[in-house]
């Protein structure tokens, strides 16, 4: 899986980036009730420009593992940027937004102290059924209790990635860590797609 996501962003087949903020983003982070300044979260970040949108009010962690997404995104924008490795993976940042380049699963809660949010439009859909909660579970090992974030999953006819992921997933998946509010499923797309957001709060005591 990962020589094969490697490879969609070497032939440019790149299809799912979007060239401005995602509007479901847009529409429904302002509710989340996310203090500015609260670092947030972006797994499988890619290039997406919706870590410019949240880079307004937050500082944002991407996590990624093709390392051309990185270098694409830091060449398409703004300012200086610094380079520096850690816990295995080399990082860069570009204003308010650092890029860790490696993979998602050796992201550890040592490297997540500060997350307290997280976005993830093009992660879970980008992963097999097999693989969906592994990462289900560790997110929630990264994210602290009362945290919240804006998850949008897909269906779409069989194939991906990116993959269907139905409702009664989501909440197979998550409702044992989090608590999952429906927010709204999006119009039908010409190609078939169809988006669905969801609003996450992490379960567990308040500190």
């Not at 847009?26 to 499988?44: C, I």
């Not at 009010?57 to 940027?81: K, T």
């Not at 102290?113 to 997280?118: L, M, N, R």
């Not at 579970?137 to 991906?160: E, K, M, N, V």
Request: aromatic share 10%.
């Amino acid at each position: 899986m990962a020589n094969e996501w490697r490879e969609r962003w070497r032939e440019g087949r790149i299809g799912f980036h979007r060239d401005r903020p995602h509007p479901l983003l847009v529409r429904y982070w302002p509710g989340l009730g996310v203090r500015a300044g609260t670092k947030v979260l972006v797994p499988l970040c890619g290039k997406s420009l919706d870590m410019r949108w949240l880079a307004h009010d937050h500082p944002v962690l991407g996590i990624e593992l093709a390392g051309q997404a990185i270098e694409a995104f830091v060449a398409e924008g703004v300012g200086e940027v610094t380079r520096y490795r850690q816990a295995g993976f080399d990082i860069c940042r570009q204003g308010s937004v650092e890029l860790w380049s490696g993979d998602f699963f050796h992201f550890h809660i040592e490297q997540a102290a500060e997350i307290g949010a997280f976005y993830d439009r093009a992660a879970l859909i980008a992963l097999p059924a097999a693989t969906r909660q592994r990462y289900a579970f560790h997110l929630a090992q990264l994210i602290p209790p009362g945290a919240r974030g804006l998850l949008i999953s897909l269906t779409r006819d069989p194939g991906g990635p990116p993959f269907s992921v139905s409702a009664e997933e989501v909440l197979e998946l998550f409702e044992p860590n989090f608590r999952v509010t429906h927010l709204e499923d999006g119009e039908p797309e010409p190609n078939g797609f169809r988006e669905t957001a969801w609003a996450l709060e992490r379960r567990g005591p308040l500190t």
